[in-house]
């Protein structure tokens, strides 16, 4: 039986931004004002400014965890004005960027973090994460790698590396990263949907499934979890639990345009021809560009099963 479409091989983890005690303790020193140098960057700063750039820096944190992005742009600018050597606030601005879709103005700011620090791990995961989203998988590789080094128990970046060497067809390779991310943290449901869809697409199934289930179990709002188990379960035959997992990462994401598509490729293999119509308007509406793929998976699945009756 075909397998499903299923995009679980772009997810990665969100960018770490750092924690407010971990601010001051960077900036304990440009705190207290006068010559900073870190790296290449050298300013002098007075007492008021460093104090009013760690402000800046932590309010730009909140606001980006209550996902207003462009007041945490401002605040990072801000922050940035005061302290020009503040590499915490270009990474932090960077990921603000990337998630603002601005990737070129991202790829800048983590560049700048590195030359300021060149032990920023978190700057490099999150500049891999720019380079693989514009298709540099080297870089990002290296990226990743880099900060792997920096810091050997980062399992976000052991994650990140692993969804890189599965994009390049290495999947034992993906696996090994993904097996790593999970022993450094046990709890890390992304790293188990990741390593899932990397056995799926080994052939090691009832290992993929394990993993999948397991993600759920850890964060039961993994959508993605839900659409890969599916896919998976569809392939073995399990039309039912294939589409009670579409239901579900439907319900948790209701935009989530990948899900409309796998469900009616089940439902059109179950026959219900008009039910799998309206989920691949449905699809299309939320994402036109899946027109293709949408014609190529439900060309296949008629292929294989037959053409369903019309309701």
């Known amino acids: 039986m075909g397998r499903l479409t299923s995009n679980l091989a772009f997810l990665v983890t969100l960018p770490l931004i750092f924690l407010q005690a971990q601010v ?10 006068g010559v900073v140098q870190t790296g290449s960057c050298k300013a ?14 932590n309010r730009g944190i909140s606001r980006s965890d209550k996902g207003d992005l462009d007041g945490a742009v401002r605040d990072y600018s801000s922050a940035l004005r005061q302290d020009p050597c503040l590499a915490l606030a270009y990474n932090n601005r960077g990921n603000a960027l990337r998630l603002k879709g601005k990737l070129a103005e991202a790829m800048a700011d983590f560049d700048r973090a590195v ?3 060149s032990s920023l791990a978190e ?26 080094e920096l810091r050997p128990r980062y399992a976000a970046a052991y994650n990140n590396r692993g969804n890189v060497r599965q994009d390049k067809g290495g999947l034992a390779a993906a696996i090994s990263d993904f097996s790593q991310a999970i022993a450094i943290n046990p709890d890390f449901a992304i790293a188990y949907s990741n390593r899932g869809q990397a056995r799926q697409e080994k052939g090691e199934l009832a290992g993929a499934v394990d993993d999948y289930s397991r993600a759920i179990s850890l964060d039961p709002a993994l959508h993605l979890a839900y659409n890969n188990r599916g896919s998976l ?5 399990d039309s039912a639990g294939a589409i009670a997992d579409f239901d579900r990462a439907i319900d948790l994401r209701p935009a989530y345009a990948m899900a ?12 219900k021809r008009s039910e799998a119509d309206s989920d691949f308007s449905l699809c299309l509406k939320l994402d036109p560009n899946l027109a293709g793929l949408v014609r190529k998976q439900s060309e296949a699945v008629k292929s294989r099963f037959g053409k369903p009756p019309s309701e």
């Open 24 to 33: 001051v303790e960077e900036t304990s020193d440009v705190r207290s004002g």
């Open 115 to 117: 030359k300021i620090d």
């Open 123 to 148: 700057a490099y995961n999150n500049r891999g994460l720019v380079r693989r989203q514009r298709g540099d998988l080297e870089a990002a590789a290296a990226d990743y790698t880099k900060a792997i």
């Open 233 to 237: 379960r569809f392939a073995l035959g």
């Open 44 to 57: 002098t700063i007075a007492p008021e400014a460093a104090h009013a750039a760690v402000g800046y820096y």
């Open 260 to 271: 409309y598509l796998n469900r009616g490729l089940a439902r059109l293999a179950q026959g």
